[in-house]
């Protein structure tokens, strides 16, 4: 399952980033790498962008962005 699939309210664990070279550097530099645990706060009406939170603040993602995170539910 990716960030993408999961629902709001839920509370996932990210077990796997995909991607390479600046994208995912960039995923890893807010804050979530292999792990963490991420709360889907919100997604918008058309879907893009999913808002959730992780350590302790709240990020917004391109559903393209949240697509290339594996995570499963806790």
Known sequence: MTLRD???????KVIK?????????RIMDMGITKGVEVYIRKVAPLGDPVEVTVRGYELSLRKADAQMINVQAL
């Open 6 to 12: 999961a629902q709001v309210g839920q509370t996932v």
């Open 17 to 25: 980033l995909e991607g390479e070279g600046a994208v995912k550097r």
